[in-house]
């Protein structure tokens, strides 16, 4: 079919042909009846030539397209997404072994943690880990207790005591166990250079972080321990941030894991530094003794200089469920691959505090959870040996960060020697315990 116009789609030969054809001549000759007939005749002929031509085009296209598309069936699906069956079936499969972890707010170290431990222990339906962004360290007791799927959660040592003498939870002793201790969480008082000290933000503005975060409730008992009295806001740590820099605020908390990004990403000369809290007596029952270093936050700590601060122990939370529920089975298996895939988290790509952690390190006022303790006497032996002999080696084989194998190698005299020498040297008078 021949087309004058060198359109693909131009129909406007056939449109004429077929006119002639059919002997129209013009509107004046014929009237308006035979008009609009033509009219719709032409747009019915158009129509088929446009579709013929589009038909031609697929037709062409396909074997291009095969071959654009054959490639991606050869890619592999993964089994997961592959399982088949009913509703039921499936939504069975999918909560028998999953563990909800309560980490905290999105930019924190403990969410953080919480998101490796599920890259860690996740194995399919063998054991699914589910990391849960919170309001923080400190209401993550409160989802322990009474939030549904959650399972586990981070929280501080501190936050326990609170529940424990403020709330009056009962039975909380019986109900909270641990895990492992985790790494402590340094507080962090960001300043302008006007502030040199805590008690310069006395009557000011201070952000405490969001209601339920670690500052929202460590933070407001430093302040209160020291009695340094601030008009306390409670915003989340970017408007904070914002506000400091505009002058609204005179100073934010935070209390949480070193480093952190918030933190080591501010840049020079923003005019703000982080403010000393000097360590005394009045916070040796909970807290110990914190430090930031220019290394870890070169912007806001002078080259070669240290800050002093406090710094709060943490734990990895469990509700203590009775033996052989499904609750209890969950958690069971997630202890058990936590102490038996253990080196993987120190590999040199996870999260630096983890190297801070001794699984046999104790936490005053907690009990180890049960299966935690038989996992800890079977893949470490010599550690509940000595915990056997004094209580006090609890603190003892922290002190070593025994996963140094040469360490726990020793022959016998040589450990009854060495505990021997830690115990003199923790009661000699002015040690400060950390």
Not at 7 to 19: C, F, T
Not at 245 to 267: D, M, N, T, W, Y
Request: proline residues 6%; glycine residues 6%; charged residues 25%.
């Amino acid at each position: 079919m021949s087309n004058p116009s060198g359109d693909p789609i131009d129909v406007s030969g056939d449109v004429r042909k077929s006119a002639h054809e059919l002997g129209w001549h013009s509107v004046e000759n014929d009237g308006e009846g035979n008009w609009r007939y033509a009219l719709k005749r032409t747009r019915e002929a158009a129509a088929a030539c446009l579709a013929v031509g589009i038909l031609a085009n697929i037709l062409v296209a396909i074997p291009l397209t095969t071959e654009l598309v054959a490639p991606a069936h050869a890619q592999v699906i993964p089994k997961s997404l592959e399982q088949g069956g009913t509703d039921a079936a499936l939504r069975e499969r999918r909560n028998a072994w999953t563990v909800g972890i309560a980490g905290g707010q999105l930019s924190g170290t403990y969410m953080t943690l919480a998101d490796e431990l599920a890259q860690v222990l996740d194995d399919g339906d063998n054991l699914r880990v589910v990391p849960i962004v919170t309001y923080g360290a400190a209401s993550n007791l409160d989802d322990l207790l009474y939030l549904r799927q959650v399972d586990v959660v981070m929280a501080q040592s501190d936050v326990f005591e609170y529940f424990r003498t403020q709330r009056k939870t009962r039975n909380l002793e019986q109900r909270i166990h641990y895990i492992i201790r985790l790494p402590v969480s340094e507080m962090h008082v960001l300043a302008g250079a006007d502030i040199k000290s805590i008690e310069d933000l006395r009557g000011k503005k201070v952000s405490f972080g969001p209601a339920g975060s670690a500052s929202s409730l460590t933070g407001t008992i430093v302040f209160q321990r020291l009695g340094v009295k601030v008009e306390q806001v409670l915003t989340d740590n970017p408007t904070a941030l914002e506000k400091l820099k505009s002058g609204e605020l005179a100073a934010l908390v935070r209390v949480i894991g070193k480093p952190v990004g918030f933190f080591a990403q501010i840049p020079p000369n923003s005019g703000l530094h982080l403010v000393p809290i000097p360590f005394s007596k009045i916070f040796t029952d909970h807290y110990t003794l914190g430090e930031f270093s220019s290394q870890e936050y070169p912007t806001l700590v002078p080259q070669g200089e240290k800050i002093d601060t406090i710094a709060v122990p943490a734990v990895l939370a469990v509700f203590n469920w009775p033996k052989n529920t499904v609750r209890y089975r969950r958690v069971q298996r997630f202890t058990e691959a936590l102490f038996t895939k253990w080196d993987k988290f120190m590999e040199p790509h996870r999260h630096p505090k983890w190297r801070d952690v001794n699984l046999a390190a104790t936490v005053p006022g907690w009990t180890r959870w049960s299966v935690a303790e038989e996992m800890l006497n079977r893949t470490y032996p010599r550690v509940a040996e000595f915990q056997q002999k004094d209580p006090r080696a609890g603190e003892f084989w922290p002190s070593l960060k025994y996963q140094d194998r040469s360490v726990m190698d020793l022959t016998q005299e040589q450990r009854d020697a060495l505990f021997r020498d830690f115990l003199q040297w923790r009661d000699k008078p002015g040690t400060t315990q950390r």
